[in-house]
T-cell receptor
Framework: GAVVSQHPSRVICKSGTSVKIECRSLDFQATTMFWYRQFPKKSLMLMAT?????????EQGVEKDKFLINHASLTLSTLTVTSAHPEDSSFYIC???????????????FGPGTRLLVL | GNSVTQMEGPVTLSEEAFLTINCTYTATGYPSLFWYVQYPGEGLQLLLK?????DKGSNKGFEATYRKETTSFHLEKGSVQVSDSAVYFCALRRMNSGYSTLTFGKGTMLLVSP
């Protein structure tokens, strides 16, 4: 089946530093990748949608300059949390949707998530 | 706008009990509907889906029927197992400026005891 990986699985950083999270589709090409944030006992909130080779589309209320997204290839998207603060601590999950025409269709495949703790 | 409402959890059941997790939605047009499952420490996995009214999605003993008249997509399983303990998310897929995105409910935790 389709596999999406995230790295790192958890990260602890000091306030003011930047953290980069990688999302990779391992066995399929993903034109579109999504970044979600999950709060305890709350749903996943879509932060942004990235399409390979173009700028990400951010959801309302998500700061573009704080959450930098790069989708430079069909198998890799990165989320960089810049100048992280304790309120950015959360569980970040990515998902990938296959390039049209592949067998998996429009299904989104989710990564295992990255736990970020900002001290 | 589009939204998904799920019953509050946790839902606590004994093994072999019948499970229902309610899900209702609000959407324009005809969205596709999904159930995702998140096991402890893992990402979300697609459990089942339905793309049009009266479709029934099924997988691993779980079922859900797309009911347009009641805007519902309730998840059911006849006999739960301890291994079904997880958080279940109902979601709808909508089109947004030419591409589709998922809107999730808040999730319902299921705890199954032996």
């Amino acid at each position: 089946g389709a596999v999406v990986s995230q790295h790192p699985s958890r990260v602890i950083c000091k306030s003011g530093t930047s953290v980069k999270i990688e999302c990779r589709s391992l066995d399929f090409q993903a034109t579109t990748m999504f970044w979600y944030r999950q709060f305890p006992k709350k749903s996943l909130m879509l932060m942004a949608t990235s399409n390979e080779g173009s700028k990400a589309t951010y959801e309302q209320g998500v700061e573009k300059d704080k959450f930098l997204i790069n989708h430079a290839s069909l198998t890799l998207s990165t989320l960089t949390v810049t100048s992280a603060h304790p309120e950015d601590s959360s569980f970040y999950i990515c998902s990938a949707r296959a390039t049209p025409g592949q067998a998996m269709g429009e299904t989104q495949y989710f990564g295992p998530g990255t736990r970020l703790l900002v001290l | 706008g589009n939204s998904v409402t799920q019953m509050e959890g946790p839902v606590t059941l004994s093994e072999e009990a019948f499970l229902t997790i309610n899900c209702t939605y609000t959407a324009t047009g005809y969205p596709s509907l999904f159930w995702y499952v998140q096991y402890p420490g893992e990402g979300l996995q697609l459990l089942l889906k339905a793309t049009k009214a009266d479709d029934k999605g099924s997988n691993k003993g779980f079922e859900a029927t797309y009911r347009k008249e009641t805007t519902s997509f309730h998840l059911e399983k006849g006999s739960v197992q301890v291994s079904d303990s997880a958080v279940y998310f109902c979601a709808l897929r909508r089109m947004n400026s030419g591409y589709s995105t998922l809107t999730f409910g808040k999730g319902t935790m299921l705890l199954v005891s032996p």
